[in-house]
C-alpha cells in the first residue's frame, strides 16, 4: 500500500481507490495520470481534475482498459485533442482516455486516406498537402484529432470533414469492433451520430481529390492566413462557443450585441472574433460558462435569437 499524502487525501471524490489505481496502472503500457487537472488538456486551458488520464497505445491495451472499466463500473470519457470543450472545475470522475500510438497511423492509397481516430489533424492535413491531395480544406487550423473531428463534424460554417468520409473504425464499450459505411453515418452542421455505433473512433477513411503539392499548399496557406486575421488563434479558446444560427453568423450578433471585450473574471469575449471566448490566464470554468450565459441573453434579449452551443459543456461543477 502506497502512503497517501495530504492532497490525495483531500481528492476523496475521485472513484478510484489505491488498489484500482495500482490494478490501472499495471495493465497500461504507460503511466496513468492521476487527479490530472483537465486544464491542462483543453485548448481553452480549464477543467478541473480526472479521475484518471489515461493514454492508450494499442488495441490490446485499449480492450484491458475496457474489461477493467466494466468490472469497477468506472466510466469511461473519450478526450481528443481537447478543442471544443468545457469541463467544469469539479473535473470528471472515472478515466478519461486519449488515443496515441497505432491510433494516430496515417496511411494513402491513392487519394484514399485511413487515418486513426487519434491523429493530429494538422499532421493529416499537411500529409495530404505533402501527397497533393485536396478536400480537408474544411479543417485546415482546427486543433483537433480525426476521432474528434468526425463526431463533431467539424469545418468551416459550409463545408465538413462528414463530406469526406468513406467508413469509420469503431470498438464498443462491450469490445465488438464495426466498420460503419459513411453512408450509414447522419452528418449535419457540427452534428454526427457515429458514436450511435460505437465509444471509440479507431480509424476513418476518408475518400480525398487528386490536385497538386502546389495548389493544396497553396489554399491551405490562404485558409490559415484568413483564421491568423479573423481568430485569436494566439490566445487559448475553445474554437466557436456557438453554432451558427440559420443564415446567421453567431460572432456578427455578439458583435453587434456589443459584447467584445466584455469579461467574467479571467474569461474575455475575444476582441477579434465574437464567438470565441479567451482565457486571459488563470481563468476558471465557472467564470467561462457565466459569461457564455450572458452572451445568450444578450444576444436573445437584442435579436430573439437562442444561440446554441457548438462546445461540448461536461463535468462536475
Ligand atoms: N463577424 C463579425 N464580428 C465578429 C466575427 C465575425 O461581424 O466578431 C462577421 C464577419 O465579418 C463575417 C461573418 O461574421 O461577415 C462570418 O465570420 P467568419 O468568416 O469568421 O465565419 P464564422 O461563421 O464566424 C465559421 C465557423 C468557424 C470556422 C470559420 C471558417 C461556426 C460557428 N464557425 O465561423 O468554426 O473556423 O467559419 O471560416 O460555424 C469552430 O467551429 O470552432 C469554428 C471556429
Same mark, same amino acid.
Not at 4 to 15: F, T, V, W
Not at 75 to 104: A, H, K, M, W
Not at 176 to 204: C, H, M, P, W
Given at each position: 500500500?502506497?502512503?497517501?499524502?495530504?492532497?490525495?487525501?483531500?481528492?476523496?471524490?475521485?472513484? =478510484?481507490?489505491?488498489?484500482?489505481?495500482?490494478?490501472?496502472?499495471?495493465?497500461?503500457?504507460?503511466?496513468?495520470?492521476?487527479?490530472?487537472?483537465?486544464?491542462?488538456?483543453?485548448?481553452?486551458?480549464?477543467?478541473?481534475?480526472?479521475?484518471?488520464?489515461?493514454?492508450?497505445?494499442?488495441?490490446?491495451?485499449?480492450?484491458?482498459?475496457?474489461?477493467?472499466?466494466?468490472?469497477?463500473?468506472?466510466?469511461?470519457?473519450?478526450?481528443?485533442?481537447?478543442?471544443?470543450?468545457?469541463?467544469?472545475?469539479?473535473?470528471?470522475?472515472?478515466?478519461?482516455?486519449?488515443?496515441?500510438?497505432?491510433?494516430?497511423? &496515417?496511411?494513402?492509397?491513392?487519394?484514399?486516406?485511413?487515418?486513426?481516430?487519434?491523429?493530429? =489533424?494538422?499532421?493529416? &492535413?499537411?500529409?495530404?498537402?505533402?501527397?497533393?491531395?485536396?478536400?480537408?480544406?474544411?479543417?485546415?487550423?482546427?486543433?483537433?484529432?480525426?476521432?474528434?473531428?468526425?463526431?463533431?463534424?467539424?469545418?468551416?460554417?459550409?463545408?465538413?470533414?462528414?463530406?469526406?468520409?468513406?467508413?469509420?473504425?469503431?470498438?464498443?464499450?462491450?469490445?465488438?469492433?464495426?466498420?460503419?459505411?459513411?453512408?450509414?453515418?447522419?452528418?449535419?452542421?457540427?452534428?454526427?451520430?457515429?458514436?450511435?455505433?460505437?465509444?471509440?473512433?479507431?480509424?476513418?477513411?476518408?475518400?480525398?481529390?487528386?490536385?497538386?503539392?502546389?495548389?493544396?499548399?497553396?489554399?491551405?496557406?490562404?485558409?490559415?492566413?484568413?483564421?491568423?486575421?479573423?481568430?485569436?488563434?494566439?490566445?487559448?479558446?475553445?474554437?466557436?462557443?456557438?453554432?451558427?444560427?440559420?443564415?446567421?453568423?453567431?460572432?456578427?450578433?455578439?458583435?453587434?450585441?456589443?459584447?467584445?471585450?466584455?469579461?467574467?473574471?479571467?474569461?474575455?469575449?475575444?476582441?477579434?472574433?465574437?464567438?470565441?471566448?479567451?482565457?486571459?490566464?488563470?481563468?476558471?470554468?465557472?467564470?467561462?460558462?457565466?459569461?457564455?450565459?450572458?452572451?445568450?441573453?444578450? &444576444?436573445?434579449?437584442?435579436?430573439?435569437?437562442?444561440?446554441?452551443?457548438?462546445?461540448?459543456?461536461?463535468?462536475?461543477?
Amino acid at each position: 500500500m502506497t502512503q497517501m499524502s495530504e492532497g490525495e487525501n483531500r481528492k476523496s471524490n475521485s472513484l =478510484l481507490t489505491e488498489e484500482m489505481k495500482m490494478q490501472l496502472t499495471k495493465l497500461l503500457l504507460t503511466k496513468p495520470l492521476f487527479d490530472e487537472p483537465i486544464a491542462f488538456h483543453t485548448t481553452i486551458k480549464v477543467g478541473g481534475p480526472a479521475d484518471a488520464l489515461v493514454t492508450i497505445h494499442r488495441l490490446d491495451e485499449l480492450l484491458r482498459l475496457l474489461s477493467f472499466s466494466r468490472e469497477h463500473r468506472l466510466p469511461l470519457f473519450v478526450l481528443g485533442g481537447g478543442s471544443n470543450i468545457i469541463v467544469r472545475d469539479g473535473g470528471i470522475r472515472g478515466i478519461v482516455v486519449r488515443l496515441n500510438g497505432e491510433f494516430t497511423k &496515417v496511411s494513402f492509397n491513392g487519394a484514399v486516406v485511413r487515418a486513426g481516430g487519434g491523429a493530429s =489533424l494538422y499532421r493529416l &492535413v499537411n500529409m495530404a498537402a505533402d501527397m497533393g491531395l485536396s478536400g480537408l480544406e474544411p479543417v485546415v487550423g482546427v486543433p483537433g484529432t480525426v476521432g474528434g473531428a468526425i463526431v463533431s463534424n467539424a469545418g468551416t460554417a459550409v463545408e465538413f470533414i462528414g463530406d469526406r468520409v468513406l467508413s469509420v473504425h469503431l470498438l464498443g464499450e462491450d469490445g465488438t469492433q464495426i466498420e460503419v459505411d459513411g453512408k450509414a453515418i447522419l452528418f449535419g452542421y457540427r452534428y454526427s451520430n457515429v458514436l450511435d455505433f460505437g465509444k471509440f473512433i479507431l480509424a476513418a477513411t476518408l475518400e480525398l481529390k487528386p490536385s497538386s503539392p502546389g495548389r493544396v499548399r497553396k489554399s491551405v496557406e490562404k485558409l490559415l492566413e484568413h483564421r491568423r486575421r479573423t481568430q485569436p488563434i494566439n490566445m487559448p479558446s475553445a474554437g466557436c462557443i456557438f453554432k451558427n444560427p440559420p443564415n446567421e453568423h453567431a460572432g456578427k450578433l455578439i458583435d453587434m450585441a456589443k459584447l467584445k471585450g466584455f469579461r467574467c473574471g479571467r474569461a474575455q469575449v475575444s476582441e477579434v472574433h465574437a464567438n470565441f471566448i479567451i482565457n486571459l490566464g488563470g481563468a476558471t470554468a465557472r467564470e467561462v460558462i457565466e459569461l457564455i450565459e450572458i452572451v445568450r441573453k444578450a &444576444v436573445y434579449e437584442r435579436f430573439g435569437v437562442m444561440l446554441e452551443y457548438e462546445v461540448q459543456i461536461i463535468g462536475e461543477e
